[in-house]
T-cell receptor, first 113, second 111 residues
Framework: DTAVSQTPKYLVTQMGNDKSIKCEQNLGHDTMYWYKQDSKKFLKIMFSYNNKELIINETVPNRFSPKSPDKAHLNLHINSLELGDSAVYFCASSQEVGSYGYTFGSGTRLTVV | DAKTTQPPSMDCAEGRAANLPCNHSTISGNEYVYWYRQIHSQGPQYIIH???NNETNEMASLIITEDRKSSTLILPHATLRDTAVYYC????????????FGTGTRLQVTL
């Protein structure tokens, strides 16, 4: 039973398209995150939601819009995709009480052509 | 969050202990030391964390110096499956605190 699951695992799309990546966690965690790992393997946080409220929003283009329908789900919608959006996107969750670690999903490899 | 310094790469023979160092000389009193690893093409995996005392779990041991300015992650009997990039991160807890990854140490375990 996967703790943090992302779909799809691979996504190939053309420039200008709009796409969504879905994330679900069954750990009962309060906080969820989106990270981006580029071709140089740097992992950067994009967004963080706590109980459906946006709490961290890094300098990410407005074309990226996270949505959290409930605390178990955090989806990422990307408008007008660009070549530079090609990366692996990781979803994660954590329960901050007691300083627990983050649990990451297996990633979504997005390729924009 | 405090900055950390790690060697870019290390090698370890299978079955031996892997000792991965991390410097965090600007760590503040309420910041924890976290270790994560990323095996190729997978999401990062939490290993262990600590504040002041040494910690041990089923995966590894974490040794934090008394002045808290450095720490060492110890994998007691490294296997080929431990080949990964290991990240040392210091941060405060709390919902607004970010887990910020640096460049990590690429550990290669060899036969």
């Amino acid at each position: 039973d996967t703790a943090v699951s992302q779909t799809p695992k691979y996504l190939v799309t053309q420039m200008g398209n709009d796409k969504s990546i879905k994330c679900e966690q069954n750990l009962g965690h309060d906080t969820m995150y989106w990270y981006k790992q580029d071709s140089k393997k740097f992992l950067k946080i994009m967004f963080s939601y706590n109980n459906k409220e946006l709490i961290i929003n890094e300098t990410v283009p407005n074309r990226f819009s996270p949505k959290s329908p409930d605390k178990a789900h955090l989806n990422l919608h990307i408008n007008s995709l660009e070549l530079g959006d090609s990366a692996v996107y990781f979803c994660a969750s954590s329960q901050e009480v007691g300083s627990y670690g983050y649990t990451f999903g297996s990633g979504t490899r997005l390729t924009v052509v | 969050d405090a900055k950390t310094t790690q060697p870019p790469s290390m090698d370890c023979a299978e079955g031996r202990a892997a000792n991965l160092p991390c410097n965090h000389s600007t760590i503040s009193g309420n910041e924890y030391v976290y270790w994560y690893r990323q095996i190729h093409s997978q999401g990062p995996q939490y290993i262990i964390h600590g504040l002041k005392n040494n910690e041990t779990n089923e995966m590894a041991s974490l040794i934090i110096t008394e002045d808290r300015k450095s720490s060492t992650l110890i994998l007691p009997h490294a296997t080929l499956r431990d080949t990964a990039v290991y990240y040392c991160i210091v941060r405060v807890t709390g919902t607004a605190s970010k887990l910020t990854f640096g460049t990590g140490t690429r550990l290669q375990v060899t036969l």
